[in-house]
């Protein structure tokens, strides 16, 4: 039946972590064309935990993997789907074979989304009908912008979150002959919530991020700042926003939780560890303090006094040189001292964010998914559409491409290798048990072996 005459539309969302798969899910309901959707631009704080509109049907599949997101991390994004089930490349594949949906988000790593597109292009040859693909990007892009660009070439739309990063996707893309016509600009799917109003007690929010900074030397330095803030400041409360539990696993793989560093220390009385919806800890922050989160750009947009710390350079491989020009920099000195930021409108409105309106929705930002909205109507009123092509084939990148699509059990022409996880019957209760102990064992690796070897080899 054609998408435009169908009593609703039928979207499937593919997310590899508990962060791609709200922005997927959220990205979902705020492209959907407007005349399936109740209300596509509400940008309340509790959006993430509702239900995407009933519009639409939304299936999540969940790929396995080491960063599978667990029921808890699922619990505190809160995002609803009419299904959600976790699945294997090739088994996601195949339902893709087997179902017809009208549109598709790819939320995953660049690699990931380069497998699914050389695979979804090698199941849905002969057909007639296709879904529309979309792909993009979780948050702040500060590292491998072309590798991560040109891996998710292909996609009928590859969203930009803002004005800045829709220029820099259109200069890679065209730099290398590549079509840009796909880049489209939209922002980020979760900014909303009600606009900065004064708490008492003032609260002060550090967002911890797995992967940034890497070294327990620089972790263990931000934790004694966050607590000597709190003892400096004991009119304030101080709140250490942590990501996932130990033994949980978010888009970056956390080697040093803050958790076991802050066990070794005499905490104040008004520092407490907490967890939860990001939206519901900003309704009551008065300071957001990151090294270069995209809470960030979530705090900005409702206008909280937002800091992005230079206590361990404006560097690269932090990723707070994004942050060059926001008005947003500063130090633990600073912030110990009384110091508020304020944030340069100019570069506030080339990241998208509160741009030419108000934080829960009015001027550019309720606009801001217009575009994309009207791309996959022409796409979806198109009716057949041509085939899924990106860049990377097996002639423009021959010792680059077979290596990340067999990753993903799949072979250079995007077909299943012989072997690959069959999708014809769900893995026996013996199974499942097997897989969640190897993933348990790769987490205890990765946060408790790997870092006692890598001290070892220092010595």
Not at 31 to 57: C, L, M, N, Q, Y
Not at 232 to 257: A, Q
């Amino acid at each position: 039946m054609p998408a435009s005459t169908a009593k609703s539309l039928r979207v499937a969302v593919l997310a590899d972590s508990d962060t791609r798969w709200k922005w997927g899910a959220l990205t979902a309901n705020r492209i959907t064309p407007s005349e399936f959707t109740a209300s596509s631009e509400s940008t309340e704080s509790t959006e993430s935990r509702k239900s995407v509109d009933s519009g639409i049907r939304l299936d999540g599949f969940l790929l396995r993997g080491r960063a599978t997101p667990t029921a808890r991390q699922l619990e505190e994004v809160g995002v609803r789907a009419d299904s959600l089930r976790e699945v294997t490349a090739v088994e996601f594949l195949r339902e893709m074979t087997k179902e017809s949906y009208d549109i598709l988000v790819l939320a995953l790593v660049g690699g990931g989304v380069q497998a699914m597109l050389h695979g979804l292009a090698h199941a849905w040859q002969g057909r007639a009908r296709r879904p529309v693909v979309v792909t993009g990007y979780v948050g702040v892009v500060y590292e491998k912008l072309a590798d991560g660009l040109l891996l998710r070439h292909g996609a009928d739309l590859v969203l930009a979150n803002s004005r800045q990063d829709a220029e820099r996707f259109r200069a890679v893309y065209e730099g290398v002959g590549a079509d840009a016509s796909s880049v489209t600009e939209v922002a980020l799917p979760f900014l909303g919530g009600a606009a900065y109003e004064k708490n008492d007690p003032y609260t002060v929010v550090f967002a911890a991020q797995p992967s940034v900074p890497e070294s327990r030397k620089d972790r263990a330095y931000l934790l004694e700042r966050l607590i000597g803030h709190a003892r400096k400041h004991p009119e304030r409360e101080v709140l250490l926003k942590l990501r996932s539990k130990p033994g949980e696993h978010t888009t970056h793989i956390e080697e040093l939780p803050y958790q076991k560093l802050a066990q070794k220390e005499d905490l104040p009385t008004n520092f407490r560890l907490v967890y939860g919806n990001m939206g519901e800890v900003l309704d009551r922050t008065d300071l957001m303090v990151t090294v270069s989160s995209t809470a960030a750009l979530e705090s900005l947009h409702r206008r909280i006094p937002t800091v992005v710390l230079t206590d361990l350079g404006v560097r690269e491989a932090l990723g707070n040189h994004h942050f060059v020009g926001s008005g947003c920099l500063a130090s633990w000195d600073q912030l110990d001292a009384g110091h508020e930021p304020a944030p340069d409108a100019e570069w506030v409105s080339r990241q998208g964010v509160a741009a030419g309106g108000t934080p829960s929705g009015g001027g550019s930002y309720a606009t801001a998914f217009d575009e994309a909205r009207e791309r996959i109507t022409g796409l979806l009123a198109a009716g057949e559409l041509p085939p899924l092509a990106p860049y990377y084939t097996p002639v423009t990148a021959p010792g680059y491409l077979p290596g990340v699509l067999a990753r993903h059990h799949l072979a250079p022409d995007g077909s299943p290798l012989p072997g690959a996880p069959a999708a014809d019957k769900a893995p026996s209760p013996v199974r499942q048990i097997v897989r969640r102990a190897a993933r348990g064992a790769y987490r205890h690796g990765v946060q408790r072996v790997a870092p006692v070897i890598r001290r070892m080899g220092e010595l």
